[in-house]
């Protein structure tokens, strides 16, 4: 029998409806002739009450701890799915991480998999079992403790059972329907795409389209398994959500797919830094090891051997990145003369494989927003992505007017 | 080290501060030079919110499901326990019961428990950890899915544990501080005991006293475990509680230990049949098969080769056993006039090893009735029990009286 792979997240499986509504689905699956893995987050709400009382009881847990506790949300889900199934006659059965067992390393809260042993739920299903159930987002460590995956490790969880059983699709169940050329909250023209490339998708999901988690997406790229996203809030037919798929799949691109946005980020410059070599190190060093994520980064040569340098970061870790920055300085590591902060800043991409082999699309971006009277504060280009930072106020233009400029609501 | 058992219940795990709470009586004998096994519950409520999904999503669940479900309490209550004897510095982590492992039978929903491999624990209580938090109630079957030992399950996981790894004590903290001569709600002058033996404490708990399970007390009679029942609401000194242990601990014994009551009964009477040998099985058999829990059994001689059978059941079990009966006539297989149903008695029962060698415990009980004017319905007796079945109204004047009689009030 072939094998498909479905995942259901907190939303989907909210409540004891939601639950039944799910099951459904899965039912409407295995009428089709699919043996059918599914792979189940916790309730919404659950997990983060769990990780409520973890960091209430010890702000420095032990991540070990954290994540017996925390795995406890998805177990009760695969239980009641599996349930759930067996009340509509559809043969299913549970399994834990360790059961299976999703064998991880030991990097406890953010662990990563090693190896799913196939042969266990195989022989169920040989037995004539249609569905196993998987309790998403844990594993097991090679010393026998519980981990888990980090947050959103549940699309990572299905997206490497469907390699591993190489599965004939990987169904990302989710709240909303599909992935759009943009934000519909911000322009109203955005289109559901059919398809998008792996690439792109990971472009727009580290730029702030939530839809997938990336690390899922580059598994699925990886191990070339097709997934798609779709909404368990209404009637689906087989063409329905978004395919996520090698570029080859796609048969005629766009030269943009997407326009991304990213609304709350901070530019920070560092006025006047000596222009020597491993200068950058000994800012972006500090940096990381205080958790700042910086994105763009950007240098301009000044005069006499000193330069101006800009980076920009989420804006809930600007005093983060000025406590690190000074204490570089203090230690003399670092000399700059002023450390000038924009909060008021966001980011705005066009994303496409298709840019690859067309020419002028960032020219074409350009004037767009120049016409608009957009002024650019730092540019990042990418093969397949060109992302600029603006002033937070026309972010919203912005979007609208690239979404017209590059026909993005018309079918590919 | 000498290994010491401490159960934590539902309302003792409550709340993170009444974790923190029973993980400072943890350090305190961990100061005592204990390596401590912590038995927990689940949050208290947490148990019948799973519960409550299950039976809702299915009323006739698979129970190996359940058990994945309703497990998840108590691996929550573990994982935020360890984490809070860490944060008071006291080297600790959590097992569920597959890691320990703790093996049971296949018996879902009411495991029994072959074997406790200690090798694991013991290694890690060398390596210099004092506190193994295990989550209790939950075992992992041959077939390796989780078990559940039934409600309750937690204080027999506890004594087991304790006969496992030859414990000095089994503490199991509760939200009362110790077993009474008779419940202190019906009788003011009922007094905690310091110690009773493990029999009274068998007929106590079966008899409606629910300080223990049980199989709890079952299980640590046949090993020879000291368990102590005590409060964790208060503060605890070494003699606190009631030490449940063998007869021999006990120096001087009272004749009668203690008074039991159980409200909710009800007696069932078969009017007028046949007298012939087989008939209790063919009566009592389909009340088994029909999950009725007959407690005595009273059967008088009549006239004519025909007798009267009466039993006591629970109140609420009256329809199912009316309707069990009257399937066993229909069906030819007993024979009756007429079936009388009393809902309105009560049970109260005289407990006490020392019964079995003083004479005229039983003439002085029914003398003391007697004299109150309340009148008798069914006796049953055993070693160390006498229980009657009288009118409910009468059921707290008896326990009273009874324990006036007996001079329960007084110390040992």
């Given at each position: 029998?072939?094998?498909?792979?479905?995942?259901?997240?907190?939303?989907?499986?909210?409540?004891?409806?939601?639950?039944?509504?799910?099951?459904?689905?899965?039912?409407?699956?295995?009428?089709?002739?699919?043996?059918?893995?599914?792979?189940?987050?916790?309730?919404?709400?659950?997990?983060?009450?769990?990780?409520?009382?973890?960091?209430?009881?010890?702000?420095?847990?032990?991540?070990?701890?954290?994540?017996?506790?925390?795995?406890?949300?998805?177990?009760?889900?695969?239980?009641?799915?599996?349930?759930?199934?067996?009340?509509?006659?559809?043969?299913?059965?549970?399994?834990?991480?360790?059961?299976?067992?999703?064998?991880?390393?030991?990097?406890?809260?953010?662990?990563?998999?090693?190896?799913?042993?196939?042969?266990?739920?195989?022989?169920?299903?040989?037995?004539?079992?249609?569905?196993?159930?998987?309790?998403?987002?844990?594993?097991?460590?090679?010393?026998?403790?519980?981990?888990?995956?980090?947050?959103?490790?549940?699309?990572?969880?299905?997206?490497?059972?469907?390699?591993?059983?190489?599965?004939?699709?990987?169904?990302?169940?989710?709240?909303?329907?599909?992935?759009?050329?943009?934000?519909?909250?911000?322009?109203?023209?955005?289109?559901?795409?059919?398809?998008?490339?792996?690439?792109?998708?990971?472009?727009?999901?580290?730029?702030?389209?939530?839809?997938?988690?990336?690390?899922?997406?580059?598994?699925?790229?990886?191990?070339?398994?097709?997934?798609?996203?779709?909404?368990?809030?209404?009637?689906?037919?087989?063409?329905?959500?978004?395919?996520?798929?090698?570029?080859?799949?796609?048969?005629?691109?766009?030269?943009?797919?997407?326009?991304a946005h990213s609304r709350d980020e901070a530019k920070m410059t560092l006025v006047s830094v000596?222009?020597?070599?491993?200068?950058?190190?000994?800012?972006?060093?500090?940096?990381?090891?205080?958790?700042v994520n910086v994105d763009m980064i950007v240098q301009n040569i000044s005069e006499e051997g000193?330069?101006?340098?800009?980076?920009?970061?989420?804006?809930?870790?600007?005093?983060?990145?000025?406590?690190?920055?000074?204490?570089?300085?203090?230690?003399?590591?670092?000399?700059?003369?002023?450390?000038?902060?924009?909060?008021?800043?966001?980011?705005?991409?066009?994303?496409?494989?298709?840019?690859?082999?067309?020419?002028?699309?960032?020219?074409?971006?350009?004037?767009?927003?120049?016409?608009?009277?957009?002024?650019?504060?730092?540019?990042t280009t990418s093969e397949i992505k060109i992302s600029v930072l603006i002033d937070r106020k026309?972010?919203?233009?912005?979007?609208?007017?690239?979404?017209?400029?590059?026909?993005?609501?018309?079918?590919?």
């Open positions: 029998m072939p094998v498909l792979v479905m995942k259901f997240g907190g939303t989907s499986v909210a409540t004891l409806d939601r639950i039944r509504r799910a099951a459904k689905r899965v039912g409407v699956e295995v009428s089709k002739g699919y043996d059918v893995i599914v792979i189940v987050s916790a309730m919404s709400g659950e997990t983060n009450k769990l990780v409520g009382m973890v960091e209430e009881t010890s702000p420095f847990f032990d991540a070990r701890e954290y994540d017996a506790v925390v795995s406890s949300g998805e177990n009760v889900t695969a239980g009641l799915m599996a349930l759930t199934l067996q009340e509509m006659d559809v043969p299913a059965r549970s399994w834990q991480g360790w059961q299976v067992p999703l064998k991880t390393n030991s990097a406890h809260s953010s662990a990563r998999i090693e190896e799913i042993p196939t042969d266990n739920i195989s022989r169920k299903f040989g037995e004539g079992m249609k569905v196993a159930v998987v309790a998403g987002f844990q594993g097991i460590s090679p010393e026998g403790r519980i981990t888990t995956l980090g947050r959103g490790g549940s699309d990572t969880t299905a997206v490497a059972f469907a390699a591993a059983f190489g599965a004939e699709r990987c169904d990302i169940y989710t709240d909303v329907d599909g992935v759009y050329t943009t934000d519909p909250r911000i322009c109203e023209k955005a289109r559901k795409l059919d398809k998008i490339a792996f690439e792109e998708m990971l472009e727009l999901a580290s730029l702030g389209a939530k839809v997938l988690q990336t690390r899922s997406v580059e598994l699925a790229m990886r191990y070339k398994v097709r997934l798609r996203v779709l909404s368990s809030f209404e009637e689906q037919s087989d063409a329905a959500g978004t395919l996520v798929c090698d570029e080859e799949d796609i048969m005629e691109s766009k030269v943009v797919a997407g326009v000596a222009d020597r070599p491993g200068i950058a190190a000994a800012i972006f060093g500090p940096l990381a090891e205080a958790g000193r330069t101006d340098m800009t980076f920009s970061l989420p804006i809930n870790q600007i005093t983060r990145a000025e406590k690190a920055l000074n204490a570089a300085k203090d230690s003399g590591s670092v000399n700059f003369h002023g450390l000038v902060t924009d909060d008021r800043v966001s980011k705005v991409s066009v994303v496409g494989i298709g840019m690859r082999s067309a020419a002028g699309v960032a020219s074409k971006m350009f004037k767009v927003l120049s016409d608009e009277g957009i002024n650019i504060k730092v540019i026309y972010m919203e233009l912005a979007v609208q007017a690239l979404h017209d400029a590059f026909e993005l609501e018309k079918e590919g």
